[in-house]
């Protein structure tokens, strides 16, 4: 199982930035995709989720609005579209699934300055 993430960088206030998963390993549609976010000095936190046929989607509630969890189940891709960035969104931004067990990304960083 590996999960890449990629699109991470530099932005400034009331920006985007779109995030992807790029999974291998196991049956991407059969899974739920998370994507977290951990910020400097606190606990990794869950900012949404997608079901298996991306018909559900749940979203952290300071992200409600703001962002977009997709997935693409032929290119086995999972995405998080971010939208209105503000500085209290910079974090390291994780995908997660759990399939016997959790896997974890590497990390992204995202980081919301001027």
């Known amino acids: 199982v590996l999960l890449v993430e990629s699109g991470g960088g530099l932005v400034q206030p009331g920006g985007s930035l779109r995030l992807s998963c790029a999974a291998s390993?196991?049956?991407?549609?059969?899974?739920?995709m998370r994507w977290y976010r951990q910020a400097p000095g606190k606990e990794r936190v869950l900012v949404a989720d997608?079901?298996?046929?991306?018909?559900?989607?749940t979203y952290a509630y300071n992200v409600n609005g703001r962002f977009t969890i997709s997935r693409d189940n032929v290119k086995n891709t999972a995405y998080l579209q971010m939208n209105a960035l503000k500085s209290d969104d910079t974090a390291v931004y994780y995908c997660n699934t759990l399939w016997g067990r959790d896997y974890w990304g590497q990390g992204t960083q995202v980081t919301v300055s001027s």
């Open positions: 997608i079901s298996r046929d991306g018909g559900e989607t």
């Open positions: 390993g196991f049956p991407f549609s059969s899974v739920v």
